[in-house]
T-cell receptor, first 114, second 116 residues
């Protein structure tokens, strides 16, 4: 069975601090895909990144970076120099090859205080 | 292009009543999905359509839930009769590609259902 764990239910930091959101996954598939989605106050889930299991290179996009480590089954997300607009609920998700459904973690509510 | 649209944004009903949620996917997206988030827990898969056909409905909780996608365009999810545990946010998502596992889904803002 597949499982995604986001142990941090809520995180609150002051603007400009760096913050890391943890994601640990379980799967028996050798080919799988990992995702991060952001849910701002407007409600929709916004796609941030997709990573396949054969690509362990870290990814950086502006202030966002992702650290994928198969050895620890983790796919952590770091926001550098956080801003108030980063406040949202962030979901990590997993899907296996051949599967059309995502398995989500419980989400981490991130609050950036001015 | 327009995003995934869901109606209503919020519905409050009494236990035993019926509610129908609607989802309009992005035009041209053959894949349509329903997910649900209950009480701040994880978002869970309900079912997947490819055009008008149900590809996977393994996540549907019971026979009080009925999903349809007539003509392969918009979809409806009916809950009849509604129970208290059905309260939550129902998300619809769509995608164009048919690459299992790798699909990037575009989600709507969700329909919040409150059953009293």
């Amino acid at each position: 069975a597949q499982k995604v764990t986001q142990a941090q239910t809520e995180i609150s930091v002051v603007e400009k601090e760096d913050v890391t959101l943890d994601c640990v996954y379980e799967t028996r598939d050798t080919t799988y895909y990992l995702f991060w989605y952001k849910q701002p106050p407007s409600g929709e889930l916004v796609f941030l990144i997709r990573r396949n299991s054969f690509d362990e290179q870290n990814e950086i996009s502006g202030r966002y970076s992702w650290n994928f480590q198969k050895s620890t089954s983790s796919f952590n997300f770091t926001i550098t120099a956080s801003q108030v607009v980063d406040s949202a609920v962030y979901f990590c998700a997993l899907s296996g090859k051949g599967a059309q459904k995502l398995v989500f973690g419980q989400g981490t509510r991130l609050t950036i205080n001015p | 292009e327009a995003g995934v649209t869901q109606f209503p944004s919020h519905s409050v009903i009494e236990k035993g009543q019926t509610v129908t949620l609607r989802c309009d996917p992005i035009s041209g997206h053959d894949n349509l999905y329903w997910y649900r988030r209950v009480m701040g827990k994880e978002i869970k898969f309900l079912l997947h359509f490819v055009k008008e056909s149900k590809q996977d409905e393994s996540g549907m909780p019971n026979n009080r839930f009925l999903a349809e996608r007539t003509g392969g365009t918009y979809s409806t999810l009916k809950v009849q009769p509604a129970e208290l545990e059905d309260s939550g946010v129902y998300f619809c998502a769509s995608s164009r590609d048919r690459a299992p596992g790798a699909n990037v889904l575009t989600f709507g803002a969700g329909s919040r259902l409150t059953v009293l």
